[in-house]
């Protein structure tokens, strides 16, 4: 027992708040008075305990946040801390010193503690997707991350165009009692082609919030849907020679939008073509067609044309018809003859005349057969 002299009043350090609470953000008010006889020497605030107690706030320092209620009072020693944040959480001491010899200060008593919690919201939620595009049909991993949010307990949704997902992992860290807590969610997506109007949502509730905070990614910035191609001829193959035909290249439901279409004729490109404009598709792929015109002379018979697209920046594809003629004109001397080599078989005067005779021959054969029996 501590007194000042004999017949004094004992000294009290009086701290009423068992436990505060309060938003970050806010100012937290810290009651504190002495009464009694009190040695000389001055009224401190520490926080925490041991090796790792922090001076708070006494009447000769500087502190920005802190400041004294009642400025001059020799009992109440009330302090206000402006602006709190989670790491202002603790257990918070007033404490009476005792000025020694020599100028020291002693601990002489000290209040009860008042534990302070400091609610922190959590941050805007940040959600991350693959560093590289991924096609339909393979699944691929997001992550939803928020800090700065105490208390512990949160919840966190995934959504799929407004459809509830199963997430895989949900992690809030540290483990152990902290100031604050981050959180660290991941769901898995299997990407379908329609998904270039797709948004996933990443969506935290926490009991500092009136109302959940979101956070959306749109699966166009991941998606790759390759184009699916289709050459066709008009009029359709094969086409008498020296007529004009129009091979066309549609590029059927593709995403990104970036593409790059050429044309080859026997394995050589040829910068002739003709594109029509891009047009965009109900579930945001994209269609791209081009035309080239050709005339169907003698040499290009059986000529291969090429379609080739490199589509964002991936391996090129391509698709192919080949220039069929249906009938070629004749050689000097020559009766006209036909592409088709069966139809040049049967339409020829030669194979006629020896069908001719092999018939007769058998003929004459069976009736040598007959009059020699009858003999």
């Known amino acids: 027992m501590h007194r000042d002299g004999s017949g004094a009043q004992e000294l009290q350090v009086l701290q009423p708040q068992g436990a505060v609470s309060v938003s970050a953000g806010e100012t937290l008010t810290l009651t504190c008075s002495v009464t009694g006889a009190a040695p000389v020497g001055p009224v401190k605030w520490l926080k925490g305990s041991g090796s790792d107690r922090q001076l708070v706030y006494e009447q000769t320092g500087s502190f920005p946040r802190v400041t004294r209620a009642e400025i001059g009072s020799n009992t109440d020693y009330t302090i206000r801390i402006s602006d709190t944040r989670p790491a202002d959480a603790g257990v918070y001491r007033c404490v009476k010193f005792q000025r020694m010899y020599g100028g020291a200060d002693q601990e002489y008593k000290s209040g009860n503690g008042t534990a302070v919690s400091v609610s922190g919201e959590p941050s805007a939620p940040s959600v991350s997707g693959p560093r590289s595009r991924a096609e339909p049909g393979h699944t ?222 058998v003929a004459a054969f069976l009736l040598f057969l007959f009059w020699r029996s009858k003999g």
């Open 140 to 361: 691929v991993n997001f992550t939803c991350t928020s800090g700065g949010f105490s208390p512990k307990d949160i919840t966190v949704t995934w959504l799929k165009n407004g459809t509830k997902l199963p997430e895989l992992q949900t992690r809030v860290s540290p483990e152990q009692e902290s100031v604050s807590y981050s959180v660290s969610s991941t769901v898995g997506v299997s990407l379908a082609a329609g998904d270039a109007r797709s948004q996933l949502t990443c969506r935290i509730q926490h009991s500092t919030l009136s109302a959940p905070l979101q956070g959306t990614y749109n699966l166009s910035d991941v998606l790759r849907v390759p184009p699916r191609l289709r050459v066709a001829t008009d009029p359709p193959l094969p086409v008498t020679v020296n007529k004009s035909v129009t091979f066309t290249c549609s590029a059927q439901q593709f995403y990104p939008q970036n593409v790059r279409l050429t044309w080859l004729e026997n394995g050589n490109e040829t910068d002739r073509g003709k594109s029509s404009p891009l047009a965009e598709n109900p579930d945001g792929t994209y269609t791209l067609q081009s035309s080239l015109e050709v005339n169907a002379a003698e040499q290009r018979n059986h000529s291969v044309f090429t379609c080739r697209v490199v589509h964002d920046s991936q391996p090129p594809v391509s698709a192919s018809e080949m220039l069929k003629i249906s009938q070629l004109p004749a050689e000097p001397g020559k009766e006209p003859t036909s592409s088709n080599p069966a139809q040049s078989v049967f339409s020829s005067p030669a194979l006629w005349i020896g069908i001719f005779l092999e018939k007769m021959l």
